[in-house]
């Protein structure tokens, strides 16, 4: 895998961002702060460049996960992985235009996630 790939996750339920975390860094990731609203992920991205970005597309505060997506991506040269609750396809669509590495419907599995990320990046 070469270098440690850094993960940062949006996500505003902190239950499944916590078991996330633990899977991830289990599995060999290193887990950048975590971000439960857009603001935050902005600042996070800034300050620690990660590789890939597993993103929650529906974030408290007036600004979703696939507008928050559109600024990282404006800013940094990262990918992003997003995570859905449900199977909509607006959601899906608007989420393709910004060409990610893939999505997943929540719940998910730390190992699910890696083995995408093994697969793309």
């Known amino acids: 895998m070469g270098k440690t790939k850094k993960v940062l996750l949006?996500?505003?339920?902190?239950?499944?961002?916590?078991?996330?975390?633990?899977?991830?860094e289990e599995l060999g990731y290193q887990v950048c702060p975590l971000a439960t609203r857009a603001d935050r992920a902005l600042l996070i991205a800034d300050k620690e460049r990660p590789d890939v970005i597993l993103m929650d597309v529906n974030l408290p505060g007036g600004i979703n996960g696939i507008e928050t997506a559109k600024k990282i991506l404006a800013l940094f040269d990262t990918k992003i992985l997003f995570l859905t609750g449900y199977h909509?396809?607006?959601v899906i669509a608007k989420i393709n235009a910004l060409n990610p590495l893939g999505y997943f419907v929540k719940p998910v599995s730390a190992l699910r996630i890696k083995e995408m990320l093994d697969k793309r990046l």
């Open 10 to 24: 949006v996500e505003d339920e902190v239950i499944t961002a916590s078991a996330l975390k633990m899977g991830l």
């Open 88 to 90: 909509d396809d607006d």
